[in-house]
Each structure stands twice: as C-alpha cells, then as structure tokens.
C-alpha cells in the first residue's frame, strides 16, 4: 500500500479512497457492529507480557485460530500501513460515518501504536459524536500522557486500561478498567450468550468501573 502523505481536502473523499488510505474495517462476529484491528505483533506493552506465563498477552486470542487466517493478516497490514497517512484519521471518520450501527470497537487485535494515534482516535470520536467507541488498551503510559495533557477524554470514548495477569486485579486506575479471569467471577455476558454481545453495550458505558471477561 503507497502512503498518502498529503491531507485528502474534504469534498474529495470517497469511500474507496478512504479504504486505499485505512483499510477496511474489521467486522468481528462477536460484536454488534464493526471494530478496527492490526496485528497482536504490533503491541508495544503486549510484546513484553507475551513471554511472561499466566499473562493475558501470553495467551492471546489475536494470535490464534480465526486471526491466523490470510485474508485477515492481510487486513491488518493494510490497516498497519495506512497510520502512516495524515490522512488516517479523516479516512477513518468517512469510513465510521457511513455504518448504522453506532457502537465501534478500537482494537479486536493490536493496540496503540503512538501518543499521535490516540490523538488521532480522539479527534475521530470528536467528530462522530452519535458513536460509542471503546478502546481497550495496556499503554497506559500513553492514556496517563493524554490525561495530563488535555484533561478528560470525549464522553463517546470509553477508554478501558487491560489488567495484564490472568485472574489479576484490575489496574491502578480511577477511569474504566477490564479483566480476564478463569472462574464464575465474569461479568460479560457474552458466555452465556452464545459468545456474542447481543444486547449488552457495558464495554462501551462509562457507568461500567470494569469488566471481567471470561479466559477463551
């Protein structure tokens, strides 16, 4: 995929433009729209946990079954390459914009790859304010960054820290948290529904302190 180094002026963008810039959008059967992913490989705090036993990233979903198929891989370098862009940001608002159902996902695989990125996801939730984003992350360095410099995050973007051991607590932080545990102590409800979200929207209220997903 070529970079787009040059700002795409509004008028001009076109769905297809804006997938040759992004990437398409990953389309988990879990959830109840569409989510953005790049590779697990990708992680920057990820890649450390990874070889530490009993952490969640030692045991990674993204890094097995459906997400070694080639066509996804294949989506996920595309999605990789596009970051290069400027135009990143605007192409995935035209891509978010277009969807019916409002409540995205950032990062079914992959996390945070910059301060720049996060940034960037701000200002996309900024401007589609009839959406409901959560991201899930681990860089919590970064969400500390962005806190400390410009204060709250959008009210449509539930910015969830990941607790990095398996039936570990939750991290150390005051906004929205999630965890992974190995007994009844779950809370998502999608276990017991088929694997599915169906109905329930916690991931993305703010309402919700944390979330316990069940190991799989």
């Known amino acids: 995929m070529q970079t787009m180094l040059f700002a795409v002026p509004e008028s001009r963008w076109t769905v297809r433009l804006a997938e040759s810039i992004a990437g398409t959008l990953g389309n988990p059967s879990k959830l109840p729209g569409k989510a953005y992913g790049i590779s697990a490989k990708l992680c920057n705090i990820g890649a450390k946990l990874a070889v530490i036993p009993g952490s969640i990233c030692a045991e990674c979903y993204a890094m097995r079954d459906n ?93 969830r820290l990941s607790a990095a051991m398996i039936d570990g607590n939750a991290p150390d932080y005051a906004g929205n948290t999630s965890t992974v545990v190995t007994t009844t102590a779950y809370t998502c409800a999608a276990p017991d529904q088929d694997g599915k979200c169906k109905d329930c929207r916690d991931c993305w209220d703010p309402e919700i302190k944390n979330v316990a997903y069940l190991k799989h």
């Open 67 to 159: 997400y070694n198929y080639p066509s996804v891989k294949i989506g996920h370098d595309r999605r990789a390459a596009g970051l290069n862009s400027v135009s990143w940001r605007d192409a995935m608002v035209k891509l978010i914009s277009r969807l019916d159902e409002p409540h995205f996902r950032w990062f079914d695989s992959g996390d945070i790859q910059s301060f720049q990125m996060l940034l960037d996801i701000v200002y996309i939730a900024e401007q589609l304010p009839e959406f409901r984003f959560w991201l899930p992350t681990r860089e919590k360095k970064l969400v500390l960054q962005y806190q400390t410099n410009f204060g709250s995050f959008p009210d449509n973007l539930v910015v």
